[in-house]
Nanobody, 125 residues
């Protein structure tokens, strides 16, 4: 089992940047695919991006070219660097872990067994 804690959210102006971090306790990231999702008020969880056990990343179209996922093995953490933020990026951002045996990390929230508590990101226009 793994426990996840997100940090780094906040208020930023459009065009700005934020770096979210997801720290894990328990088993190491080498055992899981790690995903980032977000949820705006009244909406379902939306896939942002993910990184698989091998370090291969994939992103939603809305995140490509602006967001970057990386792993810090020493800190057992996964980071989400968000640049060129837009007001429509406003949401609660969650990291999640998936034990699935497939190669690429899943894009569906239902594939992820473990979730953090979320961190709020607000982008003002």
């Amino acid at each position: 089992q793994v426990q996840l804690v997100e940090s780094g959210g906040g208020l930023v102006q459009a065009g700005g940047s934020l770096r979210l971090s997801c720290a894990a306790s328990g088993r190491t990231f080498s055992s899981y695919h790690m995903g980032w999702f977000r949820q705006a008020p009244g909406k379902e969880h939306e896939f942002v991006g993910a990184i698989n056990r091998a370090g291969v990343t994939r992103y939603a179209d809305s995140a490509k070219g602006r967001f970057t996922i990386s792993r810090d093995i020493a800190k057992n953490a996964v980071n989400l660097q968000m640049n060129s933020l837009k007001p429509e990026d406003t949401a609660v951002y969650y990291c999640a872990a998936d034990r699935g045996t497939y190669y690429y990390a899943a894009v569906s929230a239902t594939s992820y067994e473990y979730w953090g508590q979320g961190t709020q990101v607000t982008v003002s226009s």
